[in-house]
């Protein structure tokens, strides 16, 4: 099943995946101080697996927003926190490096995801396309 989605469509699953993104980054390190960065990681990362399963089966557009708003909630929950993390978990002289090579793993995901999508988007599906993004997570 593909859904048929007019431009205003494509741009509002844009926005809530950003939007998620931007209000979880900002708003779950208070969270996390609170209820701890090991478990709203955790959190995330359960939230992510399940958010993608669902995208890629999912039965119409109203799950498709939710699911890409989980989705940006997690991402944002894991991009925010991470860097307390590790900074609380490494000694002085890794926590420098684990911050550049976090920051080069994040670089290297989204231009390899961006290319892959690119190149294999219209052979597999979207559908697919999330499932073999994704398997990383697991």
């Not at 089966?57 to 307390?84: F, Q």
Request: charged fraction near 10%; proline fraction near 1%.
């Amino acid at each position: 099943m593909q859904l048929e989605l007019s431009k205003t469509a494509e741009n509002f699953l844009g926005i809530s995946f950003y939007g998620s993104l931007a209000v979880s980054t900002l708003a779950f390190g208070l969270v996390a101080n609170k209820w701890g960065t090991r478990r709203m990681l955790l959190i995330s990362q359960y939230t992510s697996i399940v958010s993608i399963v669902v995208c890629a089966i999912l039965p119409d557009y109203i799950t498709l927003i939710l699911s890409r708003l989980a989705i940006g909630l997690s991402v944002g929950i894991n991009y925010g926190i991470m860097h307390t993390y590790l900074g609380e978990n490494l000694s002085a002289e890794h926590t420098t490096v684990a911050h550049v090579l976090s920051a080069i793993g994040w670089t290297v995901s989204c231009t390899w995801a961006s290319l892959f999508g690119f190149l294999v988007l219209d052979l597999i599906g979207w559908r697919w396309f999330i499932v073999c993004a994704s398997l990383p997570l697991f």
